[in-house]
């Protein structure tokens, strides 16, 4: 059962990383005019990384009695969210208010950065189940 459950909460991390990060926000900007968009991307973002840390957090414990690795890498996950979701997020809303645009420019592609390596993590540990 537990098995079943790190599999599936992995798999539910990885789609939902995707789908926010590939097709929600860029949707958003492609039906929104920005200024809508971004300020919308703004109120959601907090809840997509809450969603990053419970489902990582889960698949983890869940694959602790399975796969030490698959559980380090979701822990790790969990633990490099927070800051992102508590300090980086507030320091890009920050240069977005100030017209800090390179500063702005530079965090989120951090932020990106970060969730891009989240994904292929994640996306890792679904192949090597294969």
Excluded: C, E
Excluded at 105 to 121: D, E, K, P, R
Aim: positive net charge; hydrophobic residues 60%.
């Amino acid at each position: 059962m537990t098995y079943s459950l790190a599999v599936l909460t992995t798999a539910l991390l990885f789609g939902g990383m995707m789908l926010y990060s590939f097709g929600f926000a860029a949707l958003l900007f492609s039906v929104l005019p920005k200024q809508t968009a971004g300020a919308t991307l703004r109120r959601a973002f907090p809840l997509f990384y809450v969603f990053v840390m419970a489902t990582a957090a889960v698949a983890a414990l869940a694959w602790l009695s399975h796969d030490i690795t698959a559980a380090m890498v979701m822990a790790g996950i969990v633990l490099s969210t927070l800051p992102v979701r508590q300090l980086l997020m507030p320091a890009i809303n920050h240069a977005t208010d100030t017209g800090r645009r390179q500063r702005f420019n530079w965090l989120h592609g951090l932020s990106v950065s970060i969730t891009i390596i989240h994904i292929v993590a994640t996306g890792w540990l679904l192949v090597r189940l294969g």
